[in-house]
């Protein structure tokens, strides 16, 4: 028998086994995508969580003058663990936490004092990491 003619006899077969194997590739690939999206989903909501947390931290110290619910290295923790997360994320989520991380790196020991220019940084780079944050869930697959 020729390999034509198998081909013929065989053609739902072969067809059969070529859906088969794209359906299979497909469905990896669909569960790694949605994996990674879920990753990074998750990273996001802790992130804005402790954002809030930090933010809270900034406020407390800088206007309550409240030295034991606004203790800035309560802020350093939030920062650090911010930082942590925003490295499962996107590099734009990570640039920002950067930023964060030097807003607080360089403004933390002027909270509390009469320097504006500290709690505005800080605010800034906040919010700037917020909104990136919120963007890269939105556009989640």
């Given at each position: 028998?020729?390999?034509?003619?198998?081909?013929?006899?065989?053609?739902?077969?072969?067809?059969?086994?070529f859906?088969?194997f794209?359906?299979?590739?497909?469905?990896?690939?669909?569960n790694?995508a949605?994996?990674?999206?879920r990753?990074?989903?998750?990273?996001?909501?802790?992130?804005?969580?402790?954002?809030?947390?930090?933010?809270?931290?900034?406020?407390?110290?800088?206007?309550?003058?409240?030295?034991?619910?606004?203790?800035?290295?309560?802020?350093?923790?939030?920062?650090?663990?911010i930082d942590?997360?925003?490295?499962?994320?996107?590099?734009?989520?990570?640039?920002?936490?950067?930023?964060?991380?030097?807003a607080?790196?360089?403004?933390?020991?002027?909270?509390?004092?009469?320097?504006?220019?500290?709690?505005?940084?800080?605010?800034?780079?906040?919010?700037?990491?917020?909104?990136?944050?919120?963007?890269?869930?939105?556009?989640?697959?």
């Amino acid at each position: 028998m020729k390999l034509s003619e198998q081909i013929k006899r065989n053609a739902i077969a072969l067809i059969s086994l070529f859906v088969a194997f794209s359906a299979l590739g497909y469905n990896t690939w669909r569960n790694e995508a949605s994996e990674e999206n879920r990753n990074i989903r998750k990273a996001g909501f802790e992130t804005i969580v402790h954002i809030g947390k930090l933010q809270r931290t900034a406020y407390l110290v800088h206007f309550d003058k409240d030295k034991v619910r606004g203790n800035p290295r309560i802020g350093w923790t939030e920062v650090l663990l911010i930082d942590d997360f925003s490295r499962l994320m996107p590099i734009k989520v990570n640039n920002k936490s950067k930023s964060l991380l030097k807003a607080w790196e360089n403004n933390w020991q002027a909270l509390g004092t009469k320097d504006e220019k500290a709690i505005q940084e800080i605010d800034k780079a906040i919010n700037d990491l917020r909104n990136v944050v919120l963007q890269t869930i939105t556009e989640l697959d």
